[in-house]
């Protein structure tokens, strides 16, 4: 992987193929740049793709302290590897990092959310103390009880599908990232949408929905897609969460093309 020094001294890794205009990739909770392994040869022909591992995570550095603009400033230097502005692609709490971000006046062209983290009225709330609960089990090495909490508490997944998730490859991952729940249930501030901040995005925006994905995450896309001045939200073919990649592929092409 390629590596590039953000603002802080971190290392960020990041992996580059394609060619085209430039689109970044950016993941959401426990993940790094592998989860658009199925994604990039999609992007590939059109565009020249970046997909880094944000700090703390794949082969990427992290710092002592967290704080959300160290992240943003991992982005930005992501960015100027691409040449200094870019497309971004960002799902779930990736998407309310890349909001963050472009709020921030990173030099964003066009912005693509998947199903960010929120939660509009009609649908409970993640329990108050979520956080220190995370930080407890963390602090106690029980990473793995981390990440059923998070699973099930935070994203409502039901214990007999945690327990799959847990014969899983990809489970090793959710446990050696557990320590970036934190970086991510905290820039997700209080869970909500608040039109008057998303507003300041300006750039052209798209925010997609998988049509087989939770009634929160479809609700909370919508409310986004609608909050932003120049965004329109699409629902698309796939599961939970989940974006056909073939279909996902397509639309981010056409749109960081246009």
């Not at 709330?125 to 998070?150: F, N, Q, S």
């Not at 599908?161 to 320590?179: D, Y």
Request: charged share 20%.
């Amino acid at each position: 992987m390629r590596k590039v020094v953000s603002r802080d001294g971190t290392t960020i890794a990041y992996r580059k193929a394609g060619d085209g205009p430039p689109i970044v990739l950016l993941n959401g909770a426990f993940r790094d740049h592998t989860i658009f392994d199925q994604l990039v040869p999609e992007l590939t022909p059109s565009c020249t793709v970046y997909a880094y591992d944000r700090r703390g995570r794949g082969e990427s550095g992290d710092a002592p302290a967290w704080s959300l603009e160290r992240e943003v400033e991992d982005l930005a230097a992501v960015i100027e590897e691409a040449g200094g502005e870019a497309v971004v692609f960002a799902g779930s709490t990736g998407a309310n990092l890349a909001l963050h971000a472009a709020r921030a006046g990173l030099p964003i062209t066009r912005l693509a959310l998947h199903e960010p983290y929120f939660r509009t009225a009609g649908h409970p709330m993640p329990p108050a103390d979520c956080l220190d609960v995370i930080r407890t089990l963390l602090a106690d090495d029980r990473r793995g009880e981390a990440a059923e909490y998070y699973l099930g508490e935070m994203l409502g997944l039901a214990p007999a599908v945690i327990a799959e998730w847990r014969k899983a490859p990809l489970w090793a991952t959710n446990e050696a990232h557990a320590h970036t729940l934190v970086y991510d249930v905290t820039l997700c501030g209080d869970f909500r949408v608040h039109p008057e901040e998303v507003a300041e995005v300006r750039m052209p925006s798209v925010v997609v929905c998988s049509d087989g994905t939770s009634d929160w995450l479809r609700d909370a896309a919508m409310a986004t897609a609608t909050a932003l001045p120049h965004g329109w939200g699409m629902r698309l073919p796939g599961s939970w969460h989940r974006v056909q990649t073939d279909v996902l592929g397509g639309v981010l092409s056409g749109f960081a093309t246009t």
